[in-house]
């Protein structure tokens, strides 16, 4: 009798670490099938970034913050380099005017694209911060729209200011 509780007890000890290592499993599939996305879309964020560059004779570097898009399905990921690509996308089409050029070439430095509960773009530092609250379709309008008002307020200010 007694040995059959101990049994028991083990079948009991090995049903539910099954139960917990396959769903670890899981997580960790998860997260690798994640991290693999990660890269892809990073690749196609990096060729995107250097077809600016390229366009715009500037030295701009842009990451995703993963991290921040860690709460949301892998399929959302592409959104987040859609949105980068939307912010680098602004970035060329006002690298057609030589005073923009230069603005971008002197105060641009680095894009950063992270998930938030509403879209945001600021210019600080040399950064280029953009959060995106979701997929929207009018990302290219909303940060082009930010970087003019913003290269025209940095062009009328005084010097004294």
């Known amino acids: 009798m007694k040995y059959r509780r101990v049994r028991t007890v083990l079948c009991a000890l090995a049903v539910s670490s099954y139960v917990v ?7 960790q599939a998860q997260s690798l099938k994640q991290r693999k996305e990660q890269q892809i879309q990073s690749a196609v964020l990096q060729q995107e ?5 390229q366009v715009c004779g500037s030295d701009i570097s842009a990451e995703v913050d993963w991290d921040s898009f860690e709460a949301y399905a892998v399929s959302e990921m592409g959104g987040a380099t859609g949105s980068c690509d939307a912010v680098l996308s602004a970035l060329e089409s006002l690298c057609g005017d030589q005073l923009s050029q230069q603005a971008i070439q002197e105060r641009v430095d680095q894009v950063v694209c992270i998930k938030g509960e509403t879209r945001d773009v600021e210019l600080m530092e040399g950064t280029l911060m953009f959060q995106v609250q979701g997929p929207d379709t009018d990302d290219f309008r909303y940060v082009r729209d930010f970087l003019v008002s913003s290269f025209s307020d940095e062009d009328t200010e005084s010097p004294d200011e």
């Open 49 to 53: 970034v250097d077809y600016t560059n």
């Open 21 to 27: 290592g396959g769903f670890v499993l899981s997580v």
